[in-house]
């Protein structure tokens, strides 16, 4: 192997582990965002999956069930609401300032290799400084790395009401078994009450004076 593709083998993959980063940062960062948002949604989908599954709906009156549908409807599009209007743009400064708050590193390596001085005259002093400093930024790119996401939920949830969500489903899925997706079908599409129609049979003891 040559030293020229040595040196391209070694910037393909510094290329493809900046790609690879520069993803993962932009997942990271939609999802800090998407969690938060979406916590409302959840526990309504939570609740309902609950009161469902442990077939609550269908013992109700008929019109206490239908208003529980309409309500969980309406509080469903609140919660699909509130989840579309995050702001979920992540620009590449972004991505970059979080990699590189990430790693600890400083003097911004990622917006250096973007960014060239307007006058730079080929082959001035100033332009082998910027080259040197430049290799010295390309030197810390192989120590970049993006940390686990963190969307603050001590501060968006303060009383962890998301662990009872999570508990709510757990005890849903236990107590319905197999009989899910009946009792799904049956909290969906509420049934009218059946009357009793038979007849009442009477025996009559005739006696005889």
């Given at each position: ?85 995050g702001c979920y743009r992540v ?119």
């Amino acid at each position: 192997m040559g030293l020229f593709t040595l040196r391209v083998d070694i910037k393909n993959r510094i290329y493809m582990r900046l790609m690879l980063l520069a993803f993962l940062t932009r997942l990271t960062l939609f999802w800090e965002v998407f969690w938060p948002k979406a916590m409302p949604l959840l526990a309504v989908i939570a609740s309902f999956l609950f009161l469902a599954l442990i077939d609550l709906l269908p013992k109700l009156p008929n019109w206490l069930h239908w208003a529980m549908l309409i309500s969980f409807a309406i509080l469903l599009v609140l919660g699909l609401r509130h989840v579309t209007q995050g702001c979920y743009r992540v620009t590449r400064n972004s991505v970059n300032y979080r990699i590189e708050s990430d790693s600890g590193v400083r003097y911004q390596p990622l917006n250096t290799l973007d960014d060239r001085p307007l006058e730079l005259k080929p082959g001035s002093v100033e332009e082998m400084l910027w080259r040197a400093h430049v290799l010295r930024m390309k030197a810390l790119i192989t120590n970049l790395r993006i940390k686990a996401p963190s969307p603050g939920m001590p501060h968006h949830d303060p009383k962890a009401l998301r662990v009872i969500i999570l508990l709510m489903v757990i005890i849903g899925l236990t107590v319905g078994g197999s009989e899910g997706g009946m009792r799904l079908e049956r909290a969906l599409f509420p049934q009218e009450a059946k009357l009793n129609t038979d007849a009442t049979i009477l025996g009559v003891w005739i006696t005889p004076p």
